[in-house]
T-cell receptor
């Protein structure tokens, strides 16, 4: 994740543990949310999305939780693996526009 | 299915020059958006095209322009390059236009360095 910020918050997790990455979004009118993973030298990769009429959505090893009351989004990764090391950021959609968070760097410790 | 393809991967230009970046969306995707990514500003929206029409534009100067062709391929152009234009330029395609909630799928970007 070379290009999303020099001083990103970092989450260090032991391999095999669960990871939780958080995101606060800004606008209660946002109706669609996406989590992306960005590895060094690559573009953001879609992980999972959720619409505002849902609270939870599960994918393969990932779960996204949406709390509209406090405008909070989280990404849970089960059984974190070395290949999960990357920068993760959320995106909220408001009308036509996507607003991206600054990202969290996930480091997986062997 | 092939992903979003951006060319070239790297570019080095000098101030005052102009540059054209190219993007081929995922087959069947008609919406193409462009973003600028820098360490300080993160991902900033440049513009969105759908069916050869610019639908939306971000807060960038007129030096930044783009277009979309009938096969959905898109190009963006930056004229009179400035040092501050150095960034990773990302193209994303999606199935529907920006009013639909379908995810953006990004290419690996073009790394532009202006000296």
């Amino acid at each position: 994740g070379e290009s999303v910020g020099l001083h990103l918050p970092t989450l260090s997790v032991q391999e095999g543990d669960n990871s939780i990455i958080n995101c606060a979004y800004s606008n209660s009118a946002s109706d669609y949310f996406i989590w992306y993973k960005q590895e060094s030298g690559k573009g953001p990769q879609f992980i999972i999305d959720i619409r505002s009429n849902m609270d939870k959505r599960q994918g393969q090893r990932v779960t996204v939780l949406l709390n509209k009351t406090v405008k909070h989004l989280s990404l849970q990764i089960a059984a974190t693996q070395p290949g999960d090391s990357a920068v993760y950021f959320c995106a909220e959609k408001r009308a036509y526009k996507y607003i991206f968070g600054t990202g969290t760097r996930l480091k997986v410790l062997a | 299915k092939a992903g979003v393809t951006q060319t070239p991967r790297y570019l080095i230009k000098t101030r005052g020059q102009q540059v054209t970046l190219s993007c081929s969306p995922i087959s069947g995707h008609r919406s193409v958006s462009w973003y600028q990514q820098t360490p300080g500003q993160g991902l900033q929206f440049l513009f969105e095209y759908f069916s050869e029409t610019q639908r939306n534009k971000g807060n960038f100067p007129g030096r930044f322009s783009g277009r979309q062709f009938s096969n959905s391929r898109s190009e963006m152009n930056v004229s009179t390059l400035e040092l501050g234009d150095s960034a990773l330029y990302l193209c994303a395609s999606s199935l529907g236009d920006s009013l639909n909630n379908s995810p953006l799928h990004f290419g690996n970007g073009t790394r532009l360095t202006v000296t």
